[in-house]
């Protein structure tokens, strides 16, 4: 393993210590300089702020989806508190004329204390989001929790057709999630998969068989036609899937992250495809931000310019 595998390896693990984390958050100094090397990916830390970014994005020609940061939260009143700041980004978004989907991870409203408080914090915001004409988007987690999305997922499609899910092309078991998921509706986001997984759960980051399984589901997704993000940086990619990229109005879209996806966005763009940017917000982005940067390690030395300021 070369140093800039265990490197990255290494940043997967900080983003899962938890205990880390609620450090960080909670010392000042700390908390201070990794908010600057945060600042890069992150919208900013209210709604907003975020709103604030989002509208610049739409001004641009691009979509926008917002995600309030926060994940595996262990307390039932604190998921319901959290389910309020999704309705309340809802509802200003409309205010404010902002074009935006409203994605979150399901751990954050309460998943992982009580499936059934999960769903019904979903529907909830499944609820408020179809009425503004907003799309909702579910992320995906760990793979020890695909599982429970899914079944979460599934049951909010029984009542509403504008809730997404998002699939990893790294595990092997989304060979036979997809299928499933084609049947349902609600558009599909496509990811890589930026989790720490056993070789046995998933293809190895930056291997030749990530990069064929994320070419073979993006292909079935865009020649399928159902709603689909092809939710990628990798301008290599996305040129082999160049015959694909078509369809009526809606069909299809590409997303990228804030702070990554920048030029690779214009040339979409200019290649006339719908483009959208993926917005994070709030004061719990540490799993993000280790995330961001295991997936491109050389991302550290711009960690430590950022940090000094």
Not at 113 to 129: F, K, M, Y
Not at 153 to 165: A, I, N, Q, Y
Not at 178 to 194: F, M, N, S, T
């Amino acid at each position: 393993m070369t140093v800039m595998e265990q490197a990255a390896q290494a940043m997967r693990k900080l983003a899962l210590d938890e205990g880390l984390k609620d450090r960080v958050a909670a010392d000042p100094a700390l908390r201070e300089v990794a908010w600057r090397v945060a600042g890069r990916y992150v919208g900013g830390q209210t709604i907003a702020e975020a709103l604030d970014r989002a509208a610049l994005l739409n001004a641009e020609g691009r979509s926008v989806s917002l995600d309030y940061m926060g994940e595996s939260c262990r307390d039932a009143d604190l998921a319901v508190a959290e389910t309020e700041v999704f309705l309340d980004l809802s509802r200003q978004a409309v205010a404010r004329g902002v074009n935006c989907s409203v994605s979150l991870d399901l751990s954050h409203i309460g998943s992982v204390v009580d499936r059934e408080l999960g769903l019904a914090n979903a529907a909830r915001l499944a609820e408020a989001t179809a009425a503004a004409g907003q799309e909702m988007m579910i992320s995906m987690e760990g793979s020890d929790r695909t599982d429970l999305i899914l079944w979460t997922h599934e049951r909010l499609c029984e009542r509403f057709d504008h809730v997404g899910v998002t699939v990893q092309a790294r595990l092997h078991r989304t060979a036979e999630d997809l299928p499933r998921l084609l049947r349902l509706p609600g558009r599909i986001r496509l990811v890589k998969g930026a989790y720490l997984e056993p070789e046995s759960v998933a293809h190895p980051r930056d291997s030749r068989e990530l990069r064929a399984a994320y070419l073979a589901y993006a292909t079935d997704l865009l020649d399928s036609g159902h709603p689909c993000a092809i939710a990628t940086h990798d301008l290599d990619l996305l040129d082999a899937l160049q015959p694909h990229l078509r369809g009526e109005p809606g069909a299809y879209e590409v997303e990228m992250l804030l702070g990554l996806g920048v030029d690779q966005l214009r040339a979409m763009q200019e290649r006339a495809h719908p483009v959208r940017e993926y917005i994070v917000f709030g004061t719990q982005w540490w799993l993000y931000l280790c995330n961001r940067i295991a997936e491109d390690p050389a991302r550290l030395f711009q960690a430590l310019v950022d940090a000094v300021g």
